[in-house]
């Protein structure tokens, strides 16, 4: 077996490797990047929302968080077709992606509950704060 200072040696480099590639790990993690997309051109309605949307979460993230968060829109049918969309954010090729729910209802049947509500639920998401996102 190992002498107790080979013992204690062996444990000091274990300890100094993970110090280090935990340090390392730690600088590459500081920004978070979030890549959106949507299912609609940029001039259309309901994209617009969501670049002031993506401006006023920046903006607060910025404030609370500087450095360490970047929200990227992408773009709109453009960049990927709607109806491969879902399978961008599948992927984590996106992040973030403003669609409508009965676009996926093949894949992911829960949205088409939206139809049945008489809430407004967009008008929800400007009251979202990334205080426990990002801490």
């Given at each position: 077996m190992f002498s107790k200072k080979g013992s204690k040696s062996i444990l000091f480099v274990g300890f100094a490797v993970t110090c280090i590639?935990?340090?390392?790990?730690?600088?590459?993690?500081a920004t978070h990047t979030?890549?959106?997309?949507?299912?609609?051109p940029k001039t259309a309605f309901e994209t617009?929302?969501?670049?002031?949307?993506i401006e006023m979460v920046q903006k607060?993230?910025?404030?609370?968080?500087?450095?360490q968060l970047q929200?990227?829109?992408?773009?709109?049918?453009?960049?990927?077709?709607?109806?491969e969309q879902i399978e961008g954010l599948r992927t984590g090729l996106v992040q973030l992606a403003l669609s409508a729910p009965s676009y996926y209802v093949?894949?992911?049947?829960?949205?088409?509950?939206?139809?049945?509500?008489?809430?407004?639920?967009?008008?929800?998401?400007?009251?979202?704060?990334?205080?426990?996102?990002l801490s």
């Open positions: 590639l935990a340090m390392a790990g730690l600088g590459l993690a979030i890549n959106c997309i949507s299912a609609w617009s929302n969501l670049l002031t949307f607060e993230a910025d404030q609370k968080y500087p450095g929200i990227v829109f992408k773009g709109g049918p453009e960049v990927i077709h709607t109806n093949s894949v992911m049947p829960e949205g088409d509950l939206l139809s049945l509500t008489e809430m407004n639920y967009p008008a929800a998401s400007y009251g979202v704060s990334i205080t426990d996102t």
